[in-house]
């Protein structure tokens, strides 16, 4: 485990590196002994500096849920990070391309919720009950730690890679539609870069939402009514440049769709 102080450093160097969009090298490289417990002390403390900052957490992103992703990734485990109401955007917006390093974009669902969840003991039912409803959603991956060799640590430690996310579409409730069944088609400036379905996330997307319920209740937390859950990307990370246009096609639930300017 890491001394308080030199967690403290690591959240303040990233909270520099979000500011000034330069990563800094990697934390496994420099701190061998480094463990995921010492990566959730700092992205805690890389959150509440932004909370004291004035950002506002709205909600919380799991990352690394399917195949897809454990496969770009070489990670085998899920991770999880905040998500600030800055980060929030709405579909057909423009994105500033170079106010995130190195961007791609996954195809998620969000589950939005009614009721808070506190694990542990959390299951698919619980989730599904205290769920208002389910959006489609883009991901934008934003890195403030280099990419080259990164582990699950260096992941963590980074907010889980969350940069943005797009919302848009047709909200659902969840038990309107067969939610292992939503598939959807990623275009970049018009042609299909990536397809997938839901049921890629763990089986159900909302098997995600109750492994973090259960995960965060050990750090002493849990999800509250009004969060925004990012439930895990069913595509592989898809590299955006400026001028691209991303359009993700979500059949019956709609569209969402933003240009990187």
Same mark, same amino acid.
């Given at each position: ?6 967690? $403290?450093?690591?959240? =303040? ?8 969009? *330069? ?11 480094? *463990? ?14 932004? %909370? %004291? ?5 709205? #909600? ?5 849920? @399917? ?8 990670? *085998? ?10 980060? !929030?955007?709405?579909? +057909? ?21 009614? =009721? #808070? ?28 730690? $280099?990419? %080259? #060799? ?6 963590? @430690? ?24 939503? @598939? ?7 042609? !299909? ?26 750090? +002493?937390?849990?999800?509250?009514? /009004?969060?925004?859950?990012?439930? /895990? ?10 001028? =691209? ?17």
């Amino acid at each position: 485990m890491l001394e308080p102080t030199t967690i $403290e450093a690591i959240a =303040d160097e990233l909270v520099e590196a979000g500011r000034t969009r *330069t990563p800094v090298p990697l934390l496994t490289a420099r701190y061998p002994g480094m *463990t995921v417990e010492d990566s959730y002390a700092v992205q805690q403390l890389w959150r509440r500096r932004n %909370e %004291e900052a004035g950002r506002t957490l709205v #909600g919380r992103k799991i990352g690394l849920t @399917s195949k897809a992703m454990q496969a770009a990734t070489g990670i *085998t485990e899920p991770d999880y990070g905040a998500i600030f109401d800055d980060m !929030v955007l709405d579909t +057909g917006c423009s994105v500033q391309w170079d106010r995130y390093t190195h961007p791609r974009v996954e195809v998620e669902l969000a589950f939005v919720l009614k =009721d #808070g969840l506190k694990g542990p003991g959390v299951t698919i039912f619980d989730v599904l009950k205290a769920t208002d409803y389910v959006v489609p959603a883009l991901e934008i991956l934003d890195s403030r730690i $280099e990419m %080259e #060799g990164r582990t699950i640590v260096d992941t963590i @430690s980074d907010n889980a890679a969350m940069g943005a996310m797009v919302i848009g579409g047709n909200p659902v409730k969840p038990d309107a539609v067969d939610l292992r069944w939503v @598939s959807a088609i990623l275009y970049k400036n018009q042609t !299909v870069e990536e397809t997938g379905v839901a049921a890629g996330v763990l089986d159900h997307p909302a098997n995600g939402v109750h492994w973090l319920a259960n995960k965060i209740a050990a750090h +002493g937390d849990s999800l509250k009514a /009004g969060d925004i859950i990012l439930a /895990g990307s069913f595509t592989r990370p898809m590299w955006v440049y400026k001028g =691209d246009t991303v359009h993700a096609d979500y059949g019956p639930l709609g569209s969402v769709t933003c240009r990187f300017e």
